[in-house]
Protein backbone atom coordinates (compact mmCIF):
# COMPACT_ATOMS: atom_id res chain seq x y z
CA UNK A 1 0.00 0.00 0.00
CA UNK A 2 1.05 3.59 -0.68
CA UNK A 3 -0.34 6.95 -0.48
CA UNK A 4 -0.68 6.63 -4.24
CA UNK A 5 -2.34 3.15 -4.92
CA UNK A 6 -5.43 2.43 -3.30
CA UNK A 7 -5.18 0.32 0.18
CA UNK A 8 -4.82 -3.42 -0.33
CA UNK A 9 -7.65 -3.59 2.82
CA UNK A 10 -10.25 -1.37 1.50
CA UNK A 11 -11.61 -0.59 4.80
CA UNK A 12 -8.68 0.11 6.51
CA UNK A 13 -10.36 2.80 8.74
CA UNK A 14 -11.74 -0.49 10.84
CA UNK A 15 -8.46 -1.91 12.00
CA UNK A 16 -7.46 -1.28 15.00
CA UNK A 17 -4.74 1.45 15.64
CA UNK A 18 -1.11 -0.34 16.59
CA UNK A 19 -0.38 0.03 19.81
CA UNK A 20 2.87 2.01 18.87
CA UNK A 21 1.00 4.32 16.96
CA UNK A 22 -0.95 5.08 19.88
CA UNK A 23 1.85 5.73 22.37
CA UNK A 24 3.03 8.20 19.85
CA UNK A 25 -0.19 9.86 19.71
CA UNK A 26 -0.58 10.19 23.27
CA UNK A 27 3.12 11.46 23.33
CA UNK A 28 2.38 14.26 20.71
CA UNK A 29 -0.45 14.90 22.76
CA UNK A 30 0.76 15.31 25.91
CA UNK A 31 3.26 17.78 25.00
CA UNK A 32 1.18 19.74 22.87
CA UNK A 33 -0.67 20.24 26.08
CA UNK A 34 2.38 21.18 27.81
CA UNK A 35 3.33 23.83 25.20
CA UNK A 36 -0.33 25.65 25.48
CA UNK A 37 0.04 25.32 29.22
CA UNK A 38 3.87 27.18 29.22
CA UNK A 39 2.02 30.24 27.31
CA UNK A 40 0.31 31.38 30.35
CA UNK A 41 2.49 30.37 32.32
CA UNK A 42 5.40 31.68 30.88
CA UNK A 43 3.38 35.10 30.98
CA UNK A 44 3.02 35.21 34.57
CA UNK A 45 6.29 33.61 36.08
CA UNK A 46 8.50 34.85 33.24
CA UNK A 47 10.32 37.92 32.89
CA UNK A 48 10.19 38.81 28.90
CA UNK A 49 6.99 38.67 28.13
CA UNK A 50 5.21 41.69 29.88
CA UNK A 51 1.68 42.75 29.47
CA UNK A 52 0.89 45.09 27.23
CA UNK A 53 -2.36 47.51 26.05
CA UNK A 54 -2.75 48.41 22.47
CA UNK A 55 -4.35 51.05 20.52
CA UNK A 56 -5.10 52.03 17.17
CA UNK A 57 -2.88 55.07 15.56
CA UNK A 58 -1.13 56.62 13.02
CA UNK A 59 2.03 57.88 12.08
CA UNK A 60 1.04 61.22 11.70
CA UNK A 61 -1.08 60.87 15.32
CA UNK A 62 1.69 59.28 17.07
CA UNK A 63 4.99 61.27 15.98
CA UNK A 64 2.93 64.66 17.59
CA UNK A 65 2.74 62.77 20.82
CA UNK A 66 6.61 62.06 20.56
CA UNK A 67 7.03 65.25 19.57
CA UNK A 68 5.18 66.82 22.43
CA UNK A 69 6.51 65.05 24.81
CA UNK A 70 10.50 65.75 23.73
CA UNK A 71 9.72 69.52 23.38
CA UNK A 72 8.32 69.62 26.84
CA UNK A 73 10.81 67.59 28.45
CA UNK A 74 14.50 67.48 26.76
CA UNK A 75 17.16 67.91 28.95
CA UNK A 76 20.59 67.44 27.48
CA UNK A 77 20.88 66.17 23.42
CA UNK A 78 23.76 63.17 22.71
CA UNK A 79 25.45 63.30 19.24
CA UNK A 80 25.15 59.86 17.77
CA UNK A 81 26.49 59.23 14.27
CA UNK A 82 26.63 63.06 13.67
CA UNK A 83 22.87 63.56 14.68
CA UNK A 84 21.89 65.33 18.24
CA UNK A 85 19.04 62.89 19.29
CA UNK A 86 17.55 64.39 22.23
CA UNK A 87 17.59 62.66 25.80
CA UNK A 88 14.28 62.94 27.65
CA UNK A 89 13.49 63.24 31.26
CA UNK A 90 9.82 62.55 31.72
CA UNK A 91 8.04 63.18 35.37
CA UNK A 92 7.40 59.69 37.23
CA UNK A 93 4.35 58.02 36.80
CA UNK A 94 3.90 60.00 33.23
CA UNK A 95 3.19 58.80 29.43
CA UNK A 96 6.55 58.33 27.54
CA UNK A 97 6.94 58.17 24.10
CA UNK A 98 9.37 56.24 21.63
CA UNK A 99 9.20 55.84 18.00
CA UNK A 100 10.54 53.33 15.69
CA UNK A 101 12.04 54.44 11.96
CA UNK A 102 14.36 53.36 10.35
CA UNK A 103 16.81 53.67 11.62
CA UNK A 104 16.72 54.68 14.72
CA UNK A 105 14.78 55.13 18.40
CA UNK A 106 13.69 58.37 18.87
CA UNK A 107 14.13 60.47 21.27
CA UNK A 108 16.55 58.40 24.07
CA UNK A 109 14.68 58.54 27.54
CA UNK A 110 16.28 59.06 31.19
CA UNK A 111 13.74 57.50 33.58
CA UNK A 112 13.89 56.97 37.50
CA UNK A 113 15.34 54.03 39.68
CA UNK A 114 11.93 52.43 41.26
CA UNK A 115 9.37 54.95 39.43
CA UNK A 116 6.22 53.74 37.28
CA UNK A 117 6.10 54.76 33.28
CA UNK A 118 3.45 54.03 30.92
CA UNK A 119 5.97 53.70 27.90
CA UNK A 120 4.15 54.22 24.71
CA UNK A 121 6.15 52.52 21.48
CA UNK A 122 5.06 52.61 18.06
CA UNK A 123 6.55 52.58 14.33
CA UNK A 124 6.18 55.41 11.67
CA UNK A 125 6.73 53.26 8.71
CA UNK A 126 7.49 49.25 9.11
CA UNK A 127 7.75 46.44 11.75
CA UNK A 128 10.81 46.57 14.12
CA UNK A 129 11.75 45.11 17.26
CA UNK A 130 12.51 46.20 20.80
CA UNK A 131 14.73 44.40 22.86
CA UNK A 132 16.50 45.89 25.98
CA UNK A 133 19.53 44.82 26.03
CA UNK A 134 20.90 43.33 28.50
CA UNK A 135 17.45 42.55 30.48
CA UNK A 136 16.38 41.34 27.59
CA UNK A 137 12.96 42.35 26.86
CA UNK A 138 11.63 42.53 24.00
CA UNK A 139 7.97 43.78 21.97
CA UNK A 140 7.39 44.15 18.26
CA UNK A 141 6.37 47.60 17.24
CA UNK A 142 4.29 47.74 14.26
CA UNK A 143 2.93 51.20 12.35
CA UNK A 144 -0.67 52.17 13.07
CA UNK A 145 -0.08 49.97 16.80
CA UNK A 146 0.71 51.83 19.87
CA UNK A 147 1.62 49.42 21.98
CA UNK A 148 1.98 50.63 25.91
CA UNK A 149 3.28 48.70 28.62
CA UNK A 150 4.13 49.74 32.26
CA UNK A 151 7.30 49.45 33.56
CA UNK A 152 9.40 49.77 36.56
CA UNK A 153 13.14 49.99 36.22
CA UNK A 154 14.50 48.42 39.10
CA UNK A 155 17.90 48.61 37.88
CA UNK A 156 20.03 51.99 37.42
CA UNK A 157 22.29 51.99 34.52
CA UNK A 158 22.62 52.41 30.79
CA UNK A 159 20.31 50.37 28.45
CA UNK A 160 20.41 49.79 24.50
CA UNK A 161 17.57 49.23 22.61
CA UNK A 162 18.37 46.89 19.74
CA UNK A 163 16.01 46.52 16.55
CA UNK A 164 15.69 42.94 16.27
CA UNK A 165 13.27 42.65 13.52
CA UNK A 166 15.19 42.89 10.34
CA UNK A 167 14.32 46.42 8.52
CA UNK A 168 16.54 46.79 6.05
CA UNK A 169 20.20 47.91 4.84
CA UNK A 170 21.23 49.08 8.24
CA UNK A 171 19.06 47.46 10.75
CA UNK A 172 22.33 46.92 13.05
CA UNK A 173 22.69 50.53 13.05
CA UNK A 174 19.23 50.71 14.87
CA UNK A 175 20.20 51.28 18.64
CA UNK A 176 18.55 53.24 20.97
CA UNK A 177 18.94 54.32 24.77
CA UNK A 178 16.81 54.49 28.08
CA UNK A 179 18.85 55.76 31.07
CA UNK A 180 18.19 54.59 34.50
CA UNK A 181 19.24 57.07 37.09
CA UNK A 182 19.27 56.40 41.12
CU1 LIG B 1 14.31 48.23 12.85
Not at 3 to 13: D, G, K, Q, T, Y
Not at 35 to 64: C, D, R
Not at 131 to 156: A, F, H, K
Not at 170 to 177: I, N
Request: aromatic residues 10%.
Amino acid sequence: MSAILPPSERIWWKTPVGKEEIVWILLALIWCIIMFAMMPIWHIYGKQNLSNEAYKTTPVQYEAKVKAMTEQHTIRTQLVGGVDVPVVAPPAGSDVYMLARLWSWYPMLELKKGESYRLHLSSLDWQHGFSLQPININLQVLPEYEMVITITPDTSGEFTIVCNEYCGILHHTMLGKIYVTE
